[in-house]
């Protein structure tokens, strides 16, 4: 309570949390035995019931991590390493790289992979942050599922994104302003790895 952190990532506990029943659902179905268990770093016992149970495999949908930031998102996979399990999703390491969203743009850019334009976003910092162009969008570095963004994320005037970048205020996070680019976002899944992988319908994000 009071977290507004916390307070924002609310929608995205709960869809996780619906996600995980619709899981659990699917592989009950047909017979397979199937048990929730909470990542919660506060009391430590993740790893613990994980290797009481020693599943055949984890489906991990800890999507926002530890204290409902993604930048804890890698170390609920590492500890699934450590232990040795199978897993879902990808590994920490690559969710560490993706998951920092300026560290992600920097690894794209120095590999000639087109990304809109961007500077850190700070107080003070309004004519770097002018020179990515506009419109522009305001975004946590080390956030996703639209945590932290609101309606009022995406400017179209200097005015408006200095008065942005005066409201960050100085609670330790990072933002990103970018370049804003118009369109659809389209999610796309696959399953495995190498020239036998399956691709999933893609999915698009309202």
Not at 6 to 26: D, E, G, I, K, N
Not at 50 to 68: E, H, K, S, T
Not at 103 to 109: F, G, Q, T, V
Not at 146 to 167: C, P
């Amino acid at each position: 309570q009071g977290d507004p952190t916390r307070a924002a990532a609310q929608p995205a506990v709960l869809a996780a949390v619906t996600t995980a029943r619709h899981v659990a659902a699917s592989l009950r179905s047909p017979g397979w035995t199937v048990t929730e268990v909470l990542f919660d770093p506060a009391q430590l016992r993740f790893a613990r019931d994980v290797l009481d149970r020693r599943p055949d495999i984890v489906f991990n949908l800890c999507d926002l991590g530890a204290y409902y930031c993604s930048r804890f998102e890698p170390h609920v996979v590492a500890a699934l390493e450590l232990l040795r399990m199978a897993y879902t999703g990808s590994s920490a390491v690559a969710l560490a790289l993706t998951d920092d969203k300026m560290l992600c743009k920097h690894l794209l850019a120095s590999h000639g992979i087109p990304t809109p334009p961007f500077a850190p976003a700070a107080r003070g910092n309004g004519a770097a942050a002018l020179k990515v162009g506009l419109p522009a969008i305001i975004k946590p570095v080390d956030q996703h599922n639209s945590v932290g963004m609101g309606f009022d994320s995406v400017v179209y005037d200097a005015d408006t994104l200095q008065t942005k970048l005066r409201s960050l205020g100085e609670t330790g996070e990072r933002w990103l302003v970018e370049r804003y680019v118009e369109g659809r976002e389209i999610i796309g899944a696959f399953l495995g790895n190498g020239p036998n992988r399956v691709v999933l319908p893609f999915e698009e994000i309202a």
